[in-house]
Structures are given as structure tokens and as C-alpha cells.
């Protein structure tokens, strides 16, 4: 029997789950750019009005076990349902005239849309063949980049035009398709399933294999989100770029970004058979690369470029290597997933702000990308060398 050709199309639902990731991506990376107008319209501090984001990173971390554990009893419900509470918190937030309940939308959207990637990246592989699943997941977080390239400055210039508010009825109207869609195509086959044996599957994310490649997500994503958030910062103030050189400069980043996940994803086997050791290896020299070149143009577009491909190609790569490690765990396998990326997506930054603040300049934020990469490399190899690892797939992060 011929073996299935590698470029053959995917179902049309992992498609619609991937529409669905851009609008909520988009979502969770417009506030830093909406936090100015929404300070001066609620007539709350600016630093109340940033803590929207954190807030989206919380809810995110606390709402993906939980609410895999509740999505995993009606697989083909509970995406529809994850979407429309999401674009119910829109639309709340979009009338509101109260902080406070501004606050507690980014939360109950932030906990929906850690529902619904947590039932997507375990669903997704599942509706492919083996040597698919790496391209299966390459498409969910392609949905992330893009909102990154074109969902948030597109945001940002409704917000320019119209006022945040109408952004936040963007991203709504947005999800309407991929609702509708979601609803529509989710899988027949998709029913109830049986009580999900949480201890048992708990059991299977304490395991040291697993435990060791969630740390390299929250290494990684750490990393890449440390200087993400201070990449405007490092173009405008350290290189001194045009103000609208900026938004092209985390374009580039987020293309980057793109052509990693994309890439990743369509090379998923090469990358499970060779491991982790050359992406995560190149990270901390292309990291402090940027550190020292990034004052200059030229080398901070290019790095950009390079950086934005590494970071995200090595992130796909440990999502897909956290799926494969958690098989035995179908319902707490992509909360793990989420939950490692979005740890270092909230814990980079804090510390990158911290050694920005410290030393007065942006470029310490690049430094802590280069020290969490060094970390995760250590960690990467003393488990290829130490005493657990036998030499053979299974025993590698």
C-alpha cells in the first residue's frame, strides 16, 4: 500500500481551528498597542491599563488544564462553545465604561481562548496521519504568527482610526466565521468522551521526560518573548528608527516568525528523528548577536528576520515534542502545551523589564533572551548526557 505523500492537503477543520488561533493571537498581543488610548478613555493610570495584558497571560496559564479537563467530555462541543464565550468577553469589553469589568473580559476571553488551544493542538494531530502531525500543529501556531504580521498592526490602525473599542469589535466579528465554521465541521466522529482520568494523565506530565521539555518551552518562549516585548523599545530608542519603522520592524519579526513555524512544521520528522540540539544550540549566540548589533539597522532587521524564525521554529518543534511526549495524556497534553508557552511568555518579559530597568537600557532585555536560551540549552543537553538518557528517542527531551 503507498505510503500517504507528506503534501497532501489537510483536513479543511485544522484550516478553520487555525482562523479561529489568529483572531484569538490577535487579540492576546493588540493591548500592548490599545493600553495608551484606554488609560486616557477610562481615565485609569497607564500602568492599570498594561496590567490588561498580564491579566490575558493569567488567565491564559490557569484557564488551559482546566478547561481541557471540562472541553475534553465534548470534544466537538466544547470549541464552539470556548469561541463564543470569547466573543461574548468582546463584546462586553467593547461597551464597558468600567474598568474593572474590562478586566474581568480579558480574563473570561483569556480562559476561553486557553480552553479552545487546549483542545485544539489535541485535536488537530489527531485528525491526521503520524507524519502529519507536525505540519497539523505548524498550522494552529501559523495562526499565532500572523496575528502577529498582520492582525495587530491592522488592529492598531483601527484603533488609530476609529478607537480601541472598534478593535475590540474587530476581533469579534472575526471569530464569527470561525464560530460558525468550528460549529459546522467539527469532526462527526468527535463525540463524548469517557471521564477524563485526571491522576492518571497528572501521573504522565510528572514524568521526567515530560517535565524536562515543558522547561524548555518555558525556557524558549521566555526568550523569544522577553525581547518581543521590547523590540518597539530597542528600534525607536537604542537604534533610532523613524517612528514608522517600528511597526515594520515587528513585522519582520513576526514574518520571521512565520517562516519558522511554517518551516518546522513541514520538516516535523526530520526534526524528531535529529532532535533539538541545532535550533536551540544557534539561539543564545543569534541572541546576543542582536544584543550587540541591534543598535545599528541593518544587522537588527536582518537579526530580526533570523531570530523571529529560530525562536518560533524551535517553539513548534517542543509543542510538537510535548504532544508526542504526552500521547498518553490526550486531555492535559496541549493545556501542558499552552501552559509552558504562555509561563514563558509572561515570565520573560517581567524579567527582561526588570534588567531593562536596572541598567537603563534596552539592550538588557536581548542579554535576558540570551541567558534563558543558555539555560535551556544546559538543560537540553545534561539530558542527552546525563544519567537517565539511554542514547535512544525516547529518553531525549
Do not use: K
Amino acid at each position: 500500500m503507498p505510503r500517504p505523500s507528506r503534501h497532501h492537503p489537510l483536513p479543511f477543520f485544522v484550516h478553520v481551528l487555525g482562523l479561529a488561533v489568529f483572531a484569538q493571537g490577535t487579540s492576546e498581543f493588540m493591548l500592548s498597542g490599545l493600553a495608551p488610548d484606554i488609560s486616557r478613555d477610562l481615565s485609569v493610570p497607564a500602568g492599570a491599563a498594561a496590567s490588561l495584558t498580564s491579566a490575558y497571560a493569567v488567565g491564559m496559564i490557569i484557564g488551559a488544564p482546566l478547561m481541557a479537563v471540562t472541553g475534553a467530555h465534548r470534544p466537538r462541543l466544547a470549541p464552539a462553545v470556548f469561541l463564543a464565550a470569547f466573543v461574548a468577553a468582546h463584546a462586553v469589553g467593547a461597551v464597558t465604561t468600567d474598568f474593572a469589568v474590562l478586566f474581568c473580559t480579558r480574563v473570561v476571553a483569556a480562559v476561553a481562548n486557553a480552553g479552545f488551544l487546549a483542545v485544539a493542538l489535541s485535536m488537530a494531530p489527531a485528525l491526521v496521519a503520524p507524519e502529519r502531525r507536525a505540519r497539523a500543529t505548524a498550522v494552529l501556531l501559523s495562526g499565532v504568527t500572523l496575528a502577529c504580521v498582520a492582525g495587530v498592526p491592522a488592529g492598531a490602525l483601527l484603533a488609530e482610526r476609529y478607537g480601541w473599542r472598534a478593535t475590540f469589535w474587530a476581533v469579534g466579528v472575526l471569530c464569527l466565521p470561525a464560530l460558525v465554521l468550528v460549529f459546522r465541521y467539527a469532526p462527526a466522529g468527535a463525540a463524548g468522551r469517557a471521564r477524563v482520568p485526571v491522576r492518571r494523565e497528572l501521573r504522565v506530565l510528572g514524568e521526567r521526560p515530560v517535565r524536562r521539555v515543558l522547561l524548555l518551552a518555558v525556557l524558549t518562549n521566555g526568550a523569544t518573548f522577553a525581547t518581543f516585548a521590547h523590540l518597539g523599545l530597542l528600534g525607536a530608542e537604542v537604534a533610532r528608527l523613524p517612528g514608522g519603522a517600528v511597526p515594520a520592524l515587528l513585522a519582520v519579526f513576526g514574518a520571521g516568525s512565520f517562516l519558522g513555524v511554517t518551516a518546522a512544521g513541514r520538516a516535523g520528522e526530520e526534526v524528531r528523528r535529529r532532535g533539538l540540539l541545532v535550533p536551540l544550540g544557534l539561539l543564545p549566540a543569534a541572541w546576543a548577536a542582536l544584543a550587540v548589533g541591534g543598535a545599528r539597522p541593518v544587522p537588527l532587521f536582518a537579526l530580526a528576520l533570523v531570530l523571529g524564525g529560530l525562536s518560533f521554529g524551535a517553539g513548534s518543534a517542543l509543542v510538537n515534542r510535548i504532544l508526542s511526549r504526552t500521547d498518553r495524556a490526550p486531555a492535559l497534553g496541549g493545556a501542558a502545551a499552552t501552559v509552558a508557552l504562555n509561563a514563558g511568555a509572561f515570565a520573560g518579559p517581567l524579567l527582561a523589564a526588570a534588567a531593562a530597568g536596572a541598567t537603563g537600557d534596552h539592550r538588557a532585555a536581548v542579554w535576558t533572551s540570551a541567558v534563558l536560551a543558555v539555560l535551556a540549552l544546559v538543560v537540553l543537553v545534561a539530558s542527552r548526557t546525563g544519567p537517565t538518557a539511554s542514547g535512544s528517542m525516547d529518553a531525549r527531551p
